[in-house]
């Protein structure tokens, strides 16, 4: 705010999604569908003296839904284009895709994204990531792991489906670690580098109707060099930019699309994408604190 000149009495309403400590969209075991964010909206709303949606989840989950992707409402919105195949992708923590097409909007959770990387980053590093992929293009990939770790249940499964920490976190990542102890430490972050582009690839192949025509990068991953070079050459017929050349900076879309969303929440329309959580019926997400 203060480096754009915005002051409080600017800000007419706030939408805040929090930090998702939890999220298990699917019953497993003794888990129930359930989902957890972190992020107190009263807090914000005695600061700025202005309406909060927060908690955008719950509600798609209690219509039968599992939570997430929520952006694909509003990639929907925005980029669709007649006669064009234009899939988002958004490479946070895990990856997701949406695709827009003439034939159908689909959207889900590719797997992986930077989660692994940074782990790995933090565990030999000391760093929170691998700036611009360097680690990673300084390492040799296995391919006998990336093999392995492709047959996961996980990416046979069908859309719609989401994932999180809970799979692809820290008990993941120790326990590679532990069956392969010989690889070096800079491998193992181009090797997970790999992976990760290999899943997202995978996925459009197995799931989406034909092939996409324009794909559009965002999230932190797409500033990963390494990373975003495996995208391109595993996707040789494929337009890729970043979503900055649209207007909306890699880092920022999700802000962006979260203030969108809860612009719709607060004038009651709803916005969430049945056919990309799985919801039975469209709701209005998000919960409403006022000032």
């Known amino acids: 705010m203060k480096k754009f000149s915005i002051s409080h009495e600017d800000i007419d309403l706030i939408g805040t999604h929090g930090q998702t400590v939890h999220h298990q969209p699917v019953a497993e075991q003794d888990f129930i569908r359930s989902t957890l964010q972190l992020g107190e909206p009263s807090i914000l709303v005695e600061k700025f003296n202005c309406p909060v949606v927060s908690n955008f989840r719950s509600m798609d989950i209690a219509a039968g839904g599992q939570g997430a992707p929520l952006v694909a409402y509003v990639d929907s919105q925005l980029f669709s284009e007649k006669n064009k195949h234009i899939a988002l992708l958004n490479i946070g923590g895990i990856s997701n895709v949406t695709s827009l097409s003439d034939k159908k909007t689909i959207a889900y959770d590719c797997g992986p994204g930077n989660m692994m990387i940074d782990y790995l980053c933090m565990h030999f590093h000391k760093q929170p990531y691998d700036k611009n992929g360097f680690f990673a293009s300084q390492g040799q990939i296995n391919k006998q792991v990336v093999d392995i770790l492709l047959k996961d249940t996980y990416f046979k499964k069908r859309p719609p489906k989401t994932t999180g920490r809970e799979k692809f976190g820290k008990h993941f990542c120790d326990e590679l670690l532990k069956n392969y102890p010989t690889i070096l430490p800079n491998d193992w972050i181009a090797t997970a580098t790999y992976f990760t582009a290999k899943t997202i690839v995978k996925?459009?192949?197995?799931?989406?109707?034909?092939?996409?025509?324009r794909l559009i990068v965002s999230g932190g991953g797409a500033y990963n060099q390494t990373l975003m070079e495996h995208i391109v050459q595993l996707l040789p017929h494929t337009k890729i930019i970043l979503s900055d050349g649209l207007g909306i900076s890699a880092e920022s879309k999700?802000?962006?699309?979260?203030a969108l969303l809860a612009f719709d929440t607060f004038n009651?329309?709803?916005?969430?994408?049945?056919?990309?959580?799985?919801?039975h019926k469209r709701v209005i997400l998000g919960s409403v604190t006022y000032n």
């Open 268 to 279: 009651r329309k709803p916005n969430n994408l049945p056919q990309a959580t799985g919801a």
């Open 203 to 213: 996925s459009f192949l197995d799931f989406l109707p034909t092939p996409v025509d």
């Open 254 to 258: 999700e802000a962006v699309y979260f």
